[in-house]
Structure formats: structure tokens, C-alpha cells
Antibody, heavy 115, light 110 residues
Framework: EVHLVESGGGLVKPGGSLRLSCAAS????????MNWVRQAPGRGLEWVAS????????YYGGSVRGRFTVSRDNATNSVFLQMNALTVDDTGVYHC????????WGQGILVTVSS | QPVLTQPPSASATPGQRVTISCSGS????????VHWYQHLPGTAPKMIIY???QRPSGVPDRFSGSKSGTSASLAISGLQSEDEAVYYC???????????FGGGTKVTVL
């Protein structure tokens, strides 16, 4: 059974940094693209970043490009999101999701950016 | 502002049919497959349609998807109370390269 579990969220001040992790199990991790998707309070889903199975191809949403970095470790079945220069607009629940179809999602982890 | 356009809400009585539209452009819906997700507050979104009209195992056949040109649709027939949720469409956009979502449609069972 596919499981995705996010961790690393919390409260951070504007301008600060945070690193999210997503632990995957139940499938051949290196064979799948992985994604980060977020939802701000009262808003819809917003795609943040994608990384291919080998880590070769990486894409970012316009609102995070230059500030966020996605990476993965296929040895530990984990995908990461390094978030720098955080603003209040980055507040929300961050989900990791598998594959180009986003067929499985984690429960999400809350990130709050506030002074 | 979401790249894909969905109506903010839709409603119907139990047993009826509700249809949700997802409008895009030639760089996204017009060229790439559309996927649909059901989202209940506080839970992980669930994929209910992939590659325009394919249903994952375990998803009732009351859910169906279609695509024509730059628009896609999700239909829920035989509406049930447990179908109350927010539904999102998503696809890949070739210009610029990235995944895009619709704004979400809240389905209410009257």
C-alpha cells in the first residue's frame, strides 16, 4: 500500500527558512515523479514543484521559483522541499503527491509564516 | 488566479446528476490529459479520474470524465451525500512548464 508522510512543518517568521520532508513507502520510489502541492487557508490547491524519478528534471511554480528547492534521496525513499525567504503568502498545508497524475497524496503538513 | 476555470459551486438532490466543467487553453487542457481530485477538508485529496476519463480502482462508476478541445468535464450521476466535497481539475501546462489546477468546485447535496 502506498504511503506518503510529510514532516518538518511549523511556525516560522517572514524571511525564514524551513525544510519539509516526505517519506514514501509501498512502491518503487525511484520510478516515480514526485510533487509538492499546497493549499493556503480558504484557497484552492496550488502546485509548488515536481521532480522526476532520477532527479534530473525539476520544475517549479512561478510563486516559489528562486526561493524553494525540491530534491530527493532514492536511497531513503524521501523527497524534500527547502523553503527560503518565506512570506506570509507561503502559509498553508503542504502535501507531497506521487506521479504525474498525482495519484496518491500525503495528509499534508502545516506551514505557518507569521511574525 | 487559477489557470483552469471551474464553477465555484454546484448542487443537486440525491440521485440526480451534477456536471463540473474545467476550461483551459491550447497549452494545457488542449494538449495534455486532465485529472480530477476529490478533496474533503483536513484530508488528503483523492484522485477520482485520470487521463481524462479513466477511473482508478475503487472509485464508483458514478464518476465519469470527458475532454473535448480545451475543456474537460466531471460528471457525478446518482449523487450521494458522501459526494459532498470540493472537486479540482488539473493538467500540465506546456507554457510555461508546470502543473496547473482549477480553482475547485464545491459540490453540495441538497
Amino acid at each position: 500500500e502506498v504511503h506518503l508522510v510529510e514532516s518538518g512543518g511549523g511556525l516560522v517568521k517572514p524571511g525564514g527558512s524551513l525544510r519539509l520532508s516526505c517519506a514514501a513507502s509501498g512502491f518503487t520510489f525511484s520510478s516515480y515523479n514526485m510533487n509538492w502541492v499546497r493549499q493556503a487557508p480558504g484557497r484552492g490547491l496550488e502546485w509548488v514543484a515536481s521532480i522526476s524519478g532520477t532527479g534530473t528534471n525539476i520544475y517549479y511554480g512561478g510563486s516559489v521559483r528562486g526561493r524553494f528547492t525540491v530534491s530527493r534521496d532514492n536511497a531513503t525513499n524521501s523527497v524534500f522541499l527547502q523553503m527560503n525567504a518565506l512570506t506570509v503568502d507561503d502559509t498553508g498545508v503542504y502535501h507531497c503527491a506521487r506521479d504525474a497524475t498525482l495519484d496518491y497524496w500525503g495528509q499534508g503538513i502545516l506551514v505557518t509564516v507569521s511574525s | 488566479q487559477p489557470v483552469l476555470t471551474q464553477p465555484p459551486s454546484a448542487s443537486a438532490t440525491p440521485g440526480q446528476r451534477v456536471t463540473i466543467s474545467c476550461s483551459g487553453s491550447t497549452s494545457n487542457v488542449g494538449r495534455n490529459s486532465v485529472h480530477w481530485y476529490q478533496h474533503l477538508p483536513g484530508t488528503a485529496p483523492k484522485m477520482i479520474i485520470y487521463y481524462n476519463n479513466q477511473r482508478p480502482s475503487g472509485v464508483p462508476d458514478r464518476f465519469s470524465g470527458s475532454k473535448s478541445g480545451t475543456s474537460a468535464s466531471l460528471a457525478i450521476s446518482g449523487l450521494q451525500s458522501e459526494d459532498e466535497a470540493v472537486y479540482y481539475c488539473a493538467t500540465w501546462d506546456d507554457s510555461p512548464n508546470g502543473r496547473v489546477f482549477g480553482g475547485g468546485t464545491k459540490v453540495t447535496v441538497l
